[in-house]
C-alpha cells in the first residue's frame, strides 16, 4: 500500500487550496482528536446503539472525508450506515477495520514533511 491510499494528498491539497499551514493544523487537531471519536464509535458498537453509532461514526467520516482519508472514511461510513439501518451484525469487524484505516492515518500524520 502506498501513501495514496491513506490520505490522497493532491485530493487533500485542492480541498484545503494548497494551504501547508491549514493542512498541519488539521492533521495536528485530528490526531488529538482522534481517541475520543473512535472512542465514540467503539462505545456505540458495545452498547450496540444503533442511533448512537449513526451519530459518532457520520461525525468521524466528515472527518476524514475532510482530510482525504479514502479507506478510513469508507471504513466509518460502513459503521455509520450500520447505525442507520440499525444493522448490528459484524460490527466487530468493521470497528477494527475502521481502527485500523484510522491508525494508518495517524501514522501518516507523525511521518508527514511539509
Known sequence: ???KDIINLEELKEIMDNDMELIGECFDEFT???TEA???VKKAVIAKNASELDEAAHKLKGT???LAAEQ???A???LELAGKKNNLEGLDEK???LEKKGLEVIDYIKNFEY
Open 1 to 3: 500500500m502506498n501513501d
Open 32 to 34: 488529538k482528536d482522534w
Open 38 to 40: 473512535f472512542g465514540n
Open 64 to 66: 476524514l472525508r475532510y
Open 72 to 74: 478510513a472514511q469508507q
Open 76 to 78: 466509518a461510513y460502513e
Open 95 to 97: 470497528l477494527s477495520l
